[in-house]
C-alpha cells in the first residue's frame, strides 16, 4: 500500500486497485477483519463479496444486520471513492439499509454491488444491493457521503 501523501496524487480509482491488489496481506484494515474481497472494480461501480461465518451471529441465530450495513457501507463508499479525482476525499454523511430476509451463518457467500448515482463539488450519493450465492435479495440501502479536499 501506499502512504497518504501517496495516495493524495492517485485518483481514487488507483488507491483502491492498490488496495486490491493488496488485499491478501496482513494490514489491518474492515476488509480483512470481515473477510471482504473486492470482486469486481471500475468507476462508479464496485462489488464485493464475503463469506458468513459463526462469528457473524446474533442473539436469534442468524447474520448480525451490521454485516449487512457495513458490506452496503463498503461497496457504496468504495463506489463514490472510485469516482473521485486525485486529492479528494469522502466521508460516509448518512447510510439507509434495508434488510429483507435473514442469512445463515454456515459459509454463505454475500455480494454487494455499489453504484454511484451522483456526484457533486460537495455531495455523492450511491446505492447498494445484497444478494445471495441464489441471487435473492438479502438488503438494499442508499448513502450520502461528503466529498472534500483530501487532507495531506
Not at 9 to 22: K, T
Not at 67 to 89: E, I, Q, R, Y
Amino acid at each position: 500500500m501506499t502512504t497518504t501523501d501517496d495516495r493524495a496524487a492517485l485518483s481514487g480509482l488507483e488507491v483502491l486497485r492498490r488496495f486490491q491488489d493488496a488485499q491478501d496481506t496482513d494490514t489491518p484494515n474492515i476488509g480483512r477483519l470481515m473477510g471482504m474481497t473486492f470482486t469486481e472494480l471500475e468507476e462508479g461501480r464496485v462489488v464485493m463479496s464475503l463469506r458468513t461465518r459463526p462469528d457473524f451471529v446474533n442473539p436469534i441465530g442468524t447474520v448480525h444486520g451490521g454485516v449487512a450495513a457495513t458490506l452496503l457501507d463498503s461497496v457504496m463508499g468504495c463506489a463514490v471513492h472510485s469516482a473521485l479525482a486525485p486529492g479528494v476525499g469522502y466521508t460516509t454523511l448518512e447510510l439507509s439499509v434495508n434488510y429483507i430476509r435473514a442469512t445463515s451463518t454456515d459459509d454463505r457467500l454475500l455480494t454487494g454491488e455499489g453504484k454511484v448515482v451522483h456526484i457533486g463539488r460537495s455531495l455523492a450519493t450511491a446505492e447498494g444491493r445484497i444478494v445471495d450465492e441464489k441471487g435473492r435479495l438479502i438488503a438494499h440501502g442508499t448513502t450520502t457521503c461528503m466529498v472534500f479536499p483530501a487532507p495531506r
